[in-house]
């Protein structure tokens, strides 16, 4: 229906099926790279943007429902959140929710961009931004793009040390969360914070 909106009066299912048998699910599709979604016969800018307009609009309804409440007794939805906005990075992205003192989102921010396996994280530029925000907590998130949220021993020595740098100035550091593919894992949960 939405690649009709985008492309009447033509028969959109082949594009439809194109689509999923591409990227393997609606989901991927409206996450996909415009150049691989290029490639696929019969997608142009039209569907290109009306793609990009229901993600944006599901991110910014699921948002919302984060934003307005303490985000820690919103456990699911900020899951939910979470995994709609990183889980289908085709690379590593490492980002920081900001909380104030009641514990609301004050700003969700990516911090870095890296590859299949690895982000460069620096504990100074997280603790700075902290700092300028007035946060007083934190909650460190990244994807793992191979889809298993298992944290490596980077992972766990890296919020060791924004931990560590945090703590100096009284910065809480609530969790870190890894979203893979349908998957997360909380550091916290996991006794490795």
Known sequence: MLLFLALPRIDTKPHAKR???????????????EHDLRAVEGIGDSAIAALRLVQAAALKLLAEEVRDQPVLNNWDRLVAYLTAAISREPVEQFRVLFLDSRNRLLADEPQARGTVNHTPVYPREVVRRTLELGATALILVHNHPSGDPTPSRADIEMTAEIKAAAAILGITVHDHIIIGNGRHLSFRREGLL
Do not use: V
Request: hydrophobic letters at 60%; proline letters at 0%.
């Open 19 to 33: 689509l999923i048998a591409r990227f393997g699910s609606a989901g991927r599709a409206l996450s996909a790279a």
